[in-house]
């Protein structure tokens, strides 16, 4: 079964602090692509990243990063030094069989100034 | 670049009306899904249109029917509304038949049946 799992349902911290958000996957495909995206209180879904099966390389861009483990079937999320603009929910999915897209059920991330 | 676009931003029905919900395809986007997020919840699959065919389906009941237009549009029609029906419902556009690509979404219609 396709299945993503966000364990975390709420966040809450400070401006400047690390966050990181766990997204645990499960599939039998060896193919598949995992994403994350935003979801600010307007509502539209903002893509963050996608990473395919084949690339466990882990990506950084700006202050946000990325760590796959297949090993682990993990996909999480940092944020470092966090900001009040990054207040959204946040979305792990996984994309498989070619037309087919789970997404987890989110974490809401809060930022206090 | 025009983004997504969907009509209408909300919407009340009654159970057993019909719905059809409406969306503009960013330029050049040939392939469109549709998702429903119910409260507190990841969204849902609900299908896939490639050039106006669908190209896969979540698991959704066939009262759940779309369209896809030439000119970018689709529609997405929901018969025989029910409670649970009530959600927000995205569309999504992108460059390829296949979810492996980046998604770009629209803002979403937020359906109430009452």
């Known amino acids: 079964a396709q299945k993503v799992t966000q364990a975390q349902t709420e966040i809450s911290v400070v401006e400047k602090e690390d966050v990181t958000l766990d997204c645990v996957y499960e599939t039998r495909d060896t193919t598949y692509y995992l994403f994350w995206y935003k979801q600010p209180p307007s509502g539209e879904l903002v893509f963050l990243i996608r990473r395919n099966s084949f690339d466990e390389q882990n990506e950084i861009s700006g202050r946000y990063s990325w760590n796959f483990q297949k090993s682990t079937s993990s996909f999480n999320f940092t944020i470092t030094a966090s900001q009040v603009v990054d207040s959204a929910v946040y979305f792990c999915a996984l994309a498989y069989n070619n037309n087919d897209m789970r997404f987890g059920a989110g974490t809401r991330l809060t930022v206090k100034p | 670049e025009t983004g997504v676009t969907q009509s209408p931003t909300h919407l009340i029905k009654t159970r057993g009306q019909q719905v059809t919900l409406r969306c503009s395809s960013q330029s050049g986007h040939n392939t469109v899904s549709w998702y429903q997020q119910a409260l507190g919840q990841g969204p849902q699959f609900i299908f896939q249109y490639y050039r106006e065919e669908e190209n896969g389906r979540g698991n959704f009941p066939p009262r759940f029917s779309g369209l896809q237009f030439p000119n970018y549009s689709s529609e997405l029609n929901v018969n025989a509304l029910e409670l649970d029906d009530s959600a927000l419902y995205l569309c999504?556009?992108?460059?390829?038949?296949?979810?492996?690509?980046?998604?770009?979404f629209g803002p979403g219609t937020r359906l109430t049946v009452l």
């Open positions: 999504a556009s992108s460059l390829a038949d296949s979810s492996y690509n980046e998604q770009f």
